[in-house]
């Protein structure tokens, strides 16, 4: 049984603060560990998985390691700090948190959360077709760093803007529209977005759970993990 709080090491705590006679032992829960960048950005030592309805991070720590206590080195390898907002909701979840933000499901599929401009390009002619969304709106929610004011967006046509321009001797069509996105789909999005995560492959679990008793017991350099603190 691979408990986490089971392996993190004991400390002397001072419960009357700095009076030294009364010490009660308590978990250092200062104690991290993280699973090394080069792990996870190398293949062959994950797979990504699709969290289903059905699965949770014991449910998931079974199916992979046979040992449900095993959760969080799953949590771990994908920065999951919280299981109850961190990881995906199931369809009934979800739509009991549109319910309760939005009121009701039409409701949320009828308010618009945000504008986007989209600039869907096509290269001819080798027929490339590539999409760019300029998300903007008053909390700046945008991959770029934009400085575009949101009325810009918001006043932008709703009929779509067809431009063609020759670059290279190649023609290029750009095509500008506007999408309104819904408070259903930027919720969905969000929520969907959670579902693809990394699962460590089984054959290293052994050795991580050897590296973690290692480092609770002292800070040394290690090829899968590492201490934080």
């Known amino acids: ?22 010490y009660q032992v308590a978990t250092n829960v200062f104690f991290r560990v993280a699973v090394i960048r080069n792990v996870l950005e190398n293949i062959s030592f994950y797979y990504d998985y699709l969290i289903k309805d059905e699965d949770t991070p014991e449910i998931l720590a079974e199916k992979v390691y046979g040992d449900p206590e ?8 994908n920065q999951i700090v919280d299981a109850q907002y961190d990881w995906p909701l199931s369809d009934t979840e979800f739509g009991k948190y549109i319910i309760s933000k939005y009121g009701s499901i039409s409701n949320a599929k009828t308010s618009i959360h945000h504008y986007e401009k989209v600039v869907m ?9 590539t999409e760019t969304r300029f998300i903007i709106n008053h909390e700046k929610f945008t991959i770029n760093n934009m400085t575009v004011p949101y009325d810009t967006y918001n006043t932008l046509a709703e009929t779509q803007e067809v431009n063609t321009y020759n670059v290279n001797n190649k023609t290029v069509t750009e095509v500008i529209k506007r999408d309104a996105i819904s408070c259903y789909d930027y919720e969905y999005d969000i929520n969907e977005r959670k579902r693809t995560i990394k699962i ?3 054959e290293y679990y052994s050795q ?15 090829p899968y993990i590492r201490r934080l603190i």
């Open 1 to 22: 049984m691979a408990k986490y709080f089971d392996k993190i090491p004991s400390i002397f705590y001072d419960i009357n603060n700095k009076q030294f006679t009364t």
């Open 121 to 129: 390009r096509e290269d001819e002619p080798s027929g490339i077709l």
């Open 200 to 202: 460590i492959k089984p």
């Open 70 to 77: 095993a959760h969080w080195l799953i949590m771990m390898t």
């Open 208 to 222: 991580i759970i050897r590296e973690f008793d290692a480092l609770a017991k002292v800070n040394q350099r290690l």
